[in-house]
């Protein structure tokens, strides 16, 4: 069974910057597409980067040219780059795969807040 250990949340300012991981148990070299995703309070959990095997990342529009989304197969884990933060980005992060996702794992809390 794969598992999520995601981590590197935390309060921070708009317009500053975090950088999640995500260590996966088991290889992620298997997960063809593994994906960042995130959940407001009182909203759906939503993608918000995803990246394939080969390194190819796609991103929602709404974090277009401020996150950027990166792995390590050989280390199993995924990162997050997150810029220029805006309130509006506060949420739970997690990673899994994409677009079936395993059991999801505990998240890492992301606020953004002056």
């Known amino acids: 069974q794969v598992q999520f250990v995601e981590s590197g949340g935390g309060l921070v300012q708009p317009g500053g910057s975090l950088r999640l991981s995500c260590a996966v148990s088991?290889?992620?070299?298997?997960?063809?597409?593994m994906g960042w995703y995130r959940q407001a309070p009182g909203k759906q959990r939503e993608l918000v980067a995803r990246?394939?095997?080969?390194?190819?990342?796609n991103y929602a529009d709404s974090v277009k040219g401020r996150f950027t989304i990166s792995r390590d197969n050989a280390k199993n884990t995924v990162f997050l780059q997150m810029n220029s933060l805006k309130p509006e980005d506060t949420a739970v992060y997690y990673c899994?795969?994409?677009?079936?996702?395993?059991?999801w794992g505990q998240g890492t809390q992301v606020t953004v807040s002056a």
């Open positions: 990246i394939i095997r080969e390194g190819i990342p």
């Open positions: 899994n795969a994409h677009p079936y996702p395993f059991d």
């Open positions: 088991g290889s992620i070299f298997s997960i063809y597409t």
